[in-house]
């Protein structure tokens, strides 16, 4: 042992003195993002603040926007950005350049035990113990706040688009809902939330600071505190220790780590956990969570070689039977002495609605909310649950049981299935006289169901000839009829057709497009009654109606039917005495076919059926070909009304924007709605629908 030390001599002994004058308020800052070479120390620093508690640090630093590195016209736009073009004192940016940048630190590490900072002066050692260790990264919260204004602008604009007419939303009605008691693990749960704990650092205020240069005197002043000011070994003891206990400290005993597992939420149950209970808990928690199953499922989510005779006495009671289906029962959901988390109604009150919705289900497979909740009056956020936890809902429909009608369990366990119908005759009984309803009103009619007849295309094709015979033959009597009557020697010509004997002459349906319409489906004229068939016979439009439809449209876009026949009466007003003689004798065809002779198209658009609008208000027309760059988004727009009678504003920019992408103007959105709609109530409509 000798001979090794001999080997590594002791070369100097230095004393090493604890110093705690700063040690409670000793910080370490570290700058990640900048190389060590170039440091902050020459950078003038215009504020500091801190939280200490969070040790939370921020400081504010000046830029050189003198530098040759630096972009003027980038640091001019960042700032526009951030502040706007308008001066105001809580502006970031006060000289309308970005000539500042704070930093934000975040904790290195949470335990400092082991840091210190330490000085060597005059073979003396002094070393203070760290309250924190920092690190400084730039933040760009200034990008936040140009977001910021930025929606701000954006909604500003968006709320000056519209007319005078459009509104916010219609006043919705506002449910009351009564909180219940915070248990103690939710309460457990809320104090250890993300949110909770962004809310209680948020609640510290910050303590502002005087930053001093590295050369300034008063940081000359406190760093001699890093000294230890007093230099008796009776207040060093921490650094006084015997060999045992300095080799405790170099090598603590190993504790043994626990391991702790998660706790999930108290609501969750794995499948392992769940077969440790007993089978009568084990089938209560699935009917909880689960609410409707068959049977087969019950049986194949417990564990085998369960008896089916054990889980059918469990499962009657805490389930009830509808329609072969188990759907617990609803004082199983709502225990005595709770309420409804949606309106606070008692549980005694929810387990009466609940259970005339089941006892509905047992007699028809479809419910109407609106007939339920009217019988059981509870607010319809709880008559919704109750739906929800057994039917699904069907447009136009109402809502349907959730599963099929489980015929298998009803003829295996006819015992079963007549001790439920027993219950639900007395649950039947205590319903009638709580809520005073007859149940004839609600047992359906036993009408005996129709069977559905397939009849195959070549039977429809021989019985649409067998009616076109029928009619050919009503329609020849009904000529020689007609040219009897006639005078002689009128002039009266009934131009024949060679009839088809409905065997030879049958010909293929010609399925062309250009056979079948002039503009197209769209406008709902084909074959005879078309523009151009019209045109063929001799009945065309007259040249001074067509040029006085183009110039109309010219003006308004979109037009009804009725609005156009005023206008045209007005227009026939205000001809002096002897000319439009030829525009005298115009009906409603002449004056359709000629809109559609005019580049325009008729616009299906689906009216409500409580609508008060008249069959000539009801007929739309719109330009679709004007030649100009927005006739593609016009037609878009056409299509939008095609299949909703109102529009949202919000809707039409984005189907636009998905179809012709981002580089459609704000103006020409405007001028596009201006032309074609008007709005009321928030809602957009096109020119004419809008309903008073």
């Known amino acids: 042992m000798a001979s090794g030390e001999d080997d590594d001599p002791v070369i100097e002994e230095i004393d090493v003195y604890l110093a705690k004058s700063l040690a409670e308020k000793l910080y370490l800052f570290q700058y990640p993002v900048r190389p060590s070479m170039s440091t902050y120390d020459d950078v003038n620093h215009l504020s500091?603040?801190?939280?200490p508690k969070q040790q939370k640090v921020e400081l504010e630093m000046a830029i050189n926007t003198l530098s040759p590195n630096y972009c003027r016209s980038k640091g001019e736009q960042i700032a526009l950005n951030v502040d706007g073009a308008t001066y105001e004192e809580t502006n970031t940016y006060s000289t309308k350049i970005m000539d500042k940048q704070t930093f934000t630190s975040i904790q290195a590490t949470t335990n400092t035990s082991r840091f210190a900072a330490a000085v060597f002066r005059k073979g003396e050692l002094h070393i203070t113990p760290l309250q924190g260790i920092l690190q400084l990264r730039p933040s760009f919260t200034y990008l936040d706040r140009a977001d910021g204004k930025q929606r701000e602008r954006?909604?500003?604009?968006?709320?000056?688009?519209?007319?005078?007419d459009e509104a916010e939303e219609d006043v919705k009605a506002i449910t009351v809902r009564f909180s219940r008691p915070e248990s103690e693990q939710a309460r457990q749960r809320r104090v250890q939330s993300y949110e909770?704990?962004?809310?209680?650092?948020?609640?510290?205020?910050?303590?502002?600071?005087?930053?001093?240069s590295l050369k300034d005197g008063r940081s000359e002043h406190e760093r001699q505190y890093l000294y230890c000011q007093n230099m008796d070994a009776s207040d060093n003891s921490e650094l006084v220790k015997t060999p045992k206990e300095y080799l405790a400290m170099l090598m603590p005993p190993m504790a043994e780590e626990k391991i702790v597992r998660p706790t999930g939420p108290s609501n969750v149950l794995s499948m392992a956990q769940l077969r440790t209970l007993p089978l009568a808990e084990q089938i209560k928690t699935l009917m909880k969570n689960v609410k409707v199953m068959p049977f087969a499922n019950l049986m194949g989510l417990l564990a085998t070689g369960i008896d089916s005779t054990a889980v059918l006495r469990c499962i009657q009671q805490v389930a009830l039977l509808v329609q072969g289906n188990w759907v617990v029962k609803s004082d199983v959901l709502y225990p005595k002495n709770t309420c409804s988390p949606h309106s606070g109604v008692p549980a005694e009150l929810l387990c009466r609605g609940r259970d005339f919705v089941m006892w509905r289900f047992t007699l028809e497979r479809w419910l109407m909310r609106k007939e339920v909740a009217a019988i059981?009056?509870?607010?319809?956020?709880?008559?919704k649950d109750f739906l929800e936890h057994m039917a699904v809902p069907r447009i136009n429909r109402g809502w349907e049981f959730a599963l099929p009608n489980d015929g298998n369990f009803i003829k295996k366990h006819p015992d079963v299935t007549h001790r439920q119908q027993m219950l639900w005759l007395g649950i039947q009984s205590k319903l009638e006289k709580v809520f005073n309803f007859n149940k004839d009103d609600f047992i359906p009619k036993n009408t005996p169901p129709q069977e559905s007849v397939h009849v195959s295309g070549e039977q429809r094709l021989k019985a649409a000839q067998e009616r076109a015979r029928q009619s050919q033959t009503s329609l020849q009597h009904t000529l020689l009829a007609k040219k009897?009557?006639?005078?002689?020697g009128s002039d009266v010509q009934v131009k024949q057709e060679p009839l088809s004997d409905g065997e030879d002459g049958e010909?293929?349906?010609?399925?062309?497009?250009?056979?079948?319409?002039?503009?197209?489906?769209?406008?709902?004229?084909?074959?005879?009654?078309?523009?151009a068939s019209e045109h063929a016979n001799?009945?065309?439009p007259p040249a001074e109606l067509r040029d006085f439809v183009a110039k109309t449209f010219k003006k308004d876009s979109v037009l009804t039917l009725s609005e156009l026949k005023r206008l045209f009466n007005l227009h026939l007003a205000s001809l002096p005495v002897g000319h439009g003689s030829a525009l005298m004798a115009v009906s409603d065809r002449m004056l359709q076919d000629a809109i559609l002779l005019s580049q325009c198209k008729q616009i299906l658009v689906p009216f409500p059926p409580q609508s008060t609008a008249a069959p000539d208000e009801q007929k739309v027309f719109g330009v679709w070909e004007t030649g100009d760059a927005l006739d593609k988004h016009r037609r878009l727009l056409y299509e939008l009304f095609s299949s909703n009678f109102r529009v949202r504003r919000k809707v039409i920019q984005t189907r636009l924007a998905q179809e012709f992408g981002d580089d459609l103007a704000k103006t020409d959105v405007d001028r596009l709605?201006?032309?074609?709609?008007?709005?009321?109530?928030?809602?957009w409509y096109l020119k004419g629908t809008t309903q008073s």
């Not at 909770?196 to 001093?212: D, T």
């Not at 319409?517 to 769209?522: M, P």
């Not at 709605?673 to 809602?683: A, P, Q, R, T, V």
Request: negative net charge.
């Open 48 to 51: 500091a603040k801190i939280k």
């Open 154 to 164: 954006e909604a500003a604009n968006e709320g000056g688009d519209s007319s005078q």
């Open 196 to 212: 909770f704990l962004q809310r209680k650092q948020a609640e510290e205020s910050w303590v502002h600071l005087h930053y001093h």
């Open 376 to 383: 059981i009056k509870l607010p319809p956020e709880d008559v």
């Open 484 to 488: 009897r009557e006639a005078p002689p």
């Open 507 to 531: 010909q293929p349906m010609d399925t062309s497009s250009a056979a079948a319409s002039l503009n197209g489906g769209v406008n709902g004229h084909s074959g005879a009654g078309s523009p």
């Open 538 to 540: 001799g009945t065309a």
């Open 673 to 683: 709605l201006k032309e074609c709609c008007g709005s009321l109530s928030g809602w």
